[in-house]
């Protein structure tokens, strides 16, 4: 049984609707189209193609465990376009895919803040329902009627950042005070920033000792980060958290090994959190934690017997394990059709309606959905997780922070253990 549905809620809207041709009745349903905008090529491609994996996973789901039932077991079906991994781009991309599929009900996206700004009005402008995973608090502080973030804000990441860190100082006795901020300069990476020093800042202010030592930002996709991992040891920086997606992640990590430089890193998620990023630094992925927005074993998908298992079943389906961007993909799907089962109805309007009132728990931490008047969800929040290996010797991240959604324990490294008072 899917989360609660308000059958009340959908006859009425189903009722308010009928005479409307372009809307699908529970009579005549049979196939609903749902859209996404992700980046399939270009630089952001391996994170767009796990976006798309989990809305393609979600929707077999969905699917599988009969469809919208409110709807007369209509499928869902998927209808994916790329942004080219280009925020110019988006725009553009969000209007072709609303005037080449009317009939689309809801749409989700972007793979970061940056790409998803430029379609908001688009969105708006047509009444497309729209779901996001993305941190920008620009997202829902404009008065769309019809954008819904529904993970955690760049504060919120920032916040358990530094809640995390805490902890291991006290847990563990570190000691660590000075701390490094790197990040790409884009939309993401500066969110990410703002919060981190906010958080640092408040955090220092009731007595944590917790200093801001170096704050630098790079161009993503830069070739040399040379000057980056230059400054933060010159700074004396014990903890880095660094904001960027693949390449970066992997040429900063890269840089600091090769420079004898082992700080804690406490990333701002993006790249750190990719299955190719285990894969190709092996054992050295061992340890390593950042924050995510989403991981496949948090308590609120675990506890949830009707998704508790996706994390396997996906990892069997693709081959690589569910990673964060995978399952907030599932979570905006799976959010979708949690709405068009209340409204009963493809309605735009009552499908954002039906958004707006949800209390279910999707596959994003904190717990049911409560959207405010602004489209936010109150109830999400970050996560710290840790690349640990499995039993099957393979890398994956899993949740080790808060213990009100851990899945795991947190394990000290040998650098770690070096730190120690």
Request: hydrophobic share 40%; glycine share 10%; proline share 3%.
């Amino acid at each position: 049984m899917r989360c609660k549905k308000l059958f009340a809620g959908a006859m009425a809207g189903l009722l308010a609707v009928m005479s409307m041709s372009a809307v699908v009745s529970a009579e005549e349903a049979e196939t609903i189209k749902v859209g996404c905008v992700f980046p399939i090529t270009g630089n952001n491609a391996d994170q767009g193609v796990f976006n798309v994996d989990g809305c393609q996973f979600a929707v077999d789901y969905i699917n599988d465990n009969g469809g919208i039932q409110s709807l007369g077991g209509a499928k869902l079906e998927l209808v994916a376009y790329d942004n080219q991994s280009d925020a110019d781009q988006s725009k553009a991309v969000a209007e072709r895919l609303i005037n080449e599929n009317p009939d689309i009900v809801a749409v989700t996206g972007a793979a970061s803040s940056s790409f998803v700004l430029p379609m908001l009005p688009v969105f708006e402008k047509n009444q497309m329902p729209f779901l996001t995973a993305q941190v920008s608090e620009s997202i829902t502080n404009q008065g769309y009627q019809y954008a819904f973030r529904f993970g955690s804000t760049g504060g919120s990441f920032a916040e358990y950042q530094v809640k995390f860190l805490e902890w291991l100082n006290e847990e563990y006795n570190l000691g660590i005070t000075k701390v490094g901020i790197v990040y790409e300069d884009t939309e993401w990476g500066i969110s990410n920033t703002s919060g981190a020093v906010n958080a640092i800042e408040s955090s220092s202010a009731n007595g944590s000792g917790l200093e801001i030592a170096y704050n630098e930002s790079f161009t993503a996709g830069s070739s040399d980060l040379t000057n980056i991992v230059v400054g933060l040891k010159k700074a004396g920086c014990e903890v880095v958290f660094p904001t960027c997606y693949t390449q970066d992640a992997k040429l900063l990590f890269n840089t600091m090994k090769s420079m004898n430089y082992s700080p804690l890193i406490i990333s701002g998620g993006g790249g750190f959190l990719y299955p190719s990023f285990g894969e190709e630094l092996g054992e050295l992925v061992d340890g390593v934690v950042s924050v995510s927005g989403h991981n496949y074993d948090v308590q609120t998908i675990t506890n949830n017997a009707e998704i508790a298992d996706i994390g396997a079943q996906f990892e069997e389906k693709y081959g690589y394990f569910m990673p964060e961007q995978s399952t907030s993909a599932f979570s905006a799907i799976y959010l979708m059709a949690q709405a068009l089962e209340n409204a009963g109805t493809t309605d735009h309007a009552a499908v954002a309606d039906a958004l707006r009132a949800l209390t279910c728990e999707a596959a994003t931490p904190g717990g049911a959905i409560s959207f405010d008047e602004t489209g936010s969800n109150n109830n999400a929040h970050a996560v710290i997780v840790q690349w640990q290996k499995g039993e099957d010797d393979v890398y994956r991240t899993n949740c080790v922070f808060p213990d009100t959604e851990a899945g795991a324990e947190f394990q000290m490294t040998d650098d770690l253990k070096a730190m120690q008072k």
